[in-house]
Nanobody
Framework: QVQLDESGGGTAQPGGSLRLFCAASSATGFSLDDYAVGWFRQAPGTEREGISCISTSEGETHYSDSVKGRFTISKATTVENTVILQMDNLMPEAPGIYYC??????????????????????WGKGTPVTVSS
């Protein structure tokens, strides 16, 4: 069992920035390198949408068209088993609950990111993001 803990959510102004953290832990030894890890946004009344995913073992990243060029996903270098989502130039449509998900990479990273249901084995509880002036 892998536990995912999100942090870093909050309120930013349009055009502002936020940085989200997903820290993974397990009672048994594991490495996040074995998993595809992603960030998914869910606004009220909508389905969970894949924002960005990373496979550190493959050196691969995926971004939704809506965030390309503005968001950056990366593996933390100073803390183990942590993935960071840097969100710049936040848009008014960005608000929602941002969830971190992780799953064993069994197909393309893009497929797991676009269709997370059934692909991601573990989910965090989410962190809220609000964009408001």
């Amino acid at each position: 069992q892998v536990q995912l803990d999100e942090s870093g959510g909050g309120t930013a102004q349009p055009g502002g920035s936020l940085r989200l953290f997903c820290a993974a832990s397990s009672a048994t030894g594991f490495s996040l390198d074995d998993y595809a890890v992603g960030w998914f946004r869910q606004a009220p009344g909508t389905e969970r949408e894949g924002i960005s995913c990373i496979s550190t073992s493959e050196g691969e990243t995926h971004y939704s068209d809506s965030v390309k060029g503005r968001f950056t996903i990366s593996k933390a270098t100073t803390v183990e088993n942590t993935v960071i989502l840097q969100m710049d130039n936040l848009m008014p449509e960005a608000p929602g609950i941002y969830y971190c998900g992780a799953g064993i990479l069994f197909t393309t990273l893009e497929s797991m990111c676009v269709h997370p249901t059934g692909a991601m084995d573990f989910w965090g509880k989410g962190t809220p993001v609000t964009v408001s002036s």
